[in-house]
Nanobody, 122 residues
Framework: QVTLVESGGGLVRAGGSLRLSCAAS????????MGWFRQAPGTEREFVAA????????DYADSAEGRFTISRDNAKNTVYLQMNSLKPEDTAVYYC???????????????WGQGTQVTVSS
């Protein structure tokens, strides 16, 4: 069992940047592949980015490619999502998630955080 807590959300103007953090407790984050998802009001939760346990493999949604960067610091038990060139359509609750196997697929995760709100104003 691992507990995930997101932080770093907030209000930012279009074109700005935010860095989200996901702190893990209970078990070491290096045991899990990690991902970021988001959900805007009235929409389904969507995949944003993922990183393998070692950090050697990353995966991005088309909407995040080139603007967002996922990274991890296993020594700090933390995963990050650096978001640049933010757009109003990036407004959503952002969730961190963990899974035991990269092979589970983009949407299949074992553990989820509570989310952090990101609001991008135009």
């Amino acid at each position: 069992q691992v507990t995930l807590v997101e932080s770093g959300g907030g209000l930012v103007r279009a074109g700005g940047s935010l860095r989200l953090s996901c702190a893990a407790s209970g078990r070491t984050v290096r045991d899990y592949a990690m991902g970021w998802f988001r959900q805007a009001p009235g929409t389904e939760r969507e995949f944003v980015a993922a990183i393998s346990r070692s950090g050697s493999t990353v995966d991005y949604a088309d909407s995040a490619e080139g603007r967002f960067t996922i990274s991890r610091d296993n020594a700090k038990n933390t995963v990050y999502l650096q978001m640049n060139s933010l757009k109003p359509e990036d407004t959503a609750v952002y969730y961190c998630a963990a899974k035991r196997s990269w092979a589970l697929g983009r949407m299949n995760y074992d553990f989820w955080g509570q989310g952090t709100q990101v609001t991008v104003s135009s």
